[in-house]
């Protein structure tokens, strides 16, 4: 069986970990970046903040969406379950702590260095969760979509779990693309039940 590529997945865990199931939300109130172009290479800043209702926003993560083998990993990001993850050891990014450049409460800033990803568009996905923590796994995301270039880099936010089927409207896939409006028939397979975004 193949592996779902690109925001497919983030948008199947993000419906498998529904927040509406457990009583809770966490809702993004704002993802920006710094930059919508950057020289191949260099970096952008990414922000974010979250809001937790009946759960406390712990994290925030930075990951690839699909995965990858541990050669086509950027700077900056580590392989952890087959995926690019940005950040320390357990790729959680903790408000006023370890990477965070914005030192105010409820915000989390981290550089994110364009350098290794491959020519061609490339995904990232950003959560908002309540992990690490026990009990139901809550979460908000963005897809956030680089277009890289022989010398430039297109940064561009994507709409998340509250945006519908607005953004992106096409996937790239390893057999062709998709347009919105086609019919995509996929299957989704858990290897265990305590698997997560």
Not at 156 to 175: K, M, N, Q, W
Request: proline share 7%; hydrophobic share 40%.
């Amino acid at each position: 069986m193949r592996t779902l590529p690109g925001p497919i997945m983030a948008v199947i865990s993000a419906c498998l970990c529904s927040s509406a199931l457990c009583g809770a939300t966490i809702r993004f109130s704002h993802v920006e970046t710094d930059k919508t172009l950057v020289p191949r290479g260099s970096s952008f800043i990414l922000r974010m903040a979250a809001v937790g209702e009946g759960v406390p926003v712990r994290s925030y993560r930075v990951r690839t969406p699909y995965k990858v083998t541990a050669e086509h990993v950027p700077p900056g990001f580590r392989h952890e379950g087959g995926y690019a993850v940005f950040a320390g050891t357990d790729g959680a990014i903790l408000d006023n702590a370890e990477y965070d450049l914005d030192k105010t409460q409820g915000a989390v800033a981290v550089e994110i260095n364009t350098a290794g990803f491959p020519e061609g568009v490339n995904y990232l996905v950003a959560f908002a969760h309540n992990r690490p923590g026990g009990g139901s796994h809550v979460l908000d995301y963005r897809n956030i979509r680089l277009d890289v270039g022989p010398d430039t880099v297109k940064v561009r936010v994507l709409g998340g779990s509250d945006a519908g089927a607005r953004d992106p409207v096409e996937f790239t896939l390893p057999h062709g693309t998709v347009q919105a409006g086609q019919p995509l028939t996929c299957g989704v397979r858990l290897a265990g039940a305590t698997d997560r975004a």
